[in-house]
């Protein structure tokens, strides 16, 4: 992955998800650019195929981190 987002800048740090058990990658992970660079690599490999699969990629959604899964009262 590291030499695939290279393409597009530095690639600051990679982690893939991996399966407890197995061991395997669960087949998505995050990885940390900077902004411009990051916006180049998703425009240059979104929906694009790598290993002989469609890969997705994007900026991480922020609507976890927003929401503690606790109720706030007002």
Same mark, same amino acid.
């Given at each position: 992955?590291r030499?695939?987002?290279?393409?597009?800048?530095?690639?600051?740090?990679?982690? *893939?998800?991996k399966?407890? /058990?197995? $061991?395997?990658?669960?087949?998505?992970? +995050?990885?940390?650019?900077? %902004?411009h660079?990051?916006r180049?690599?998703?425009?240059? *490999?979104?929906g694009?195929? /790598?290993? $002989?699969?469609?890969?997705?990629?994007? +900026?991480?959604?922020?609507? %976890?981190?927003?929401?503690?899964?606790?109720?706030r009262?007002?």
């Amino acid at each position: 992955m590291r030499v695939l987002f290279s393409q597009f800048g530095t690639v600051r740090s990679i982690k *893939l998800v991996k399966d407890l /058990f197995s $061991g395997r990658c669960k087949g998505f992970g +995050f990885l940390e650019m900077e %902004g411009h660079e990051a916006r180049a690599a998703i425009a240059g *490999l979104n929906g694009k195929s /790598f290993e $002989g699969n469609l890969i997705k990629v994007k +900026f991480e959604d922020d609507r %976890g981190k927003a929401h503690s899964g606790r109720r706030r009262r007002h």
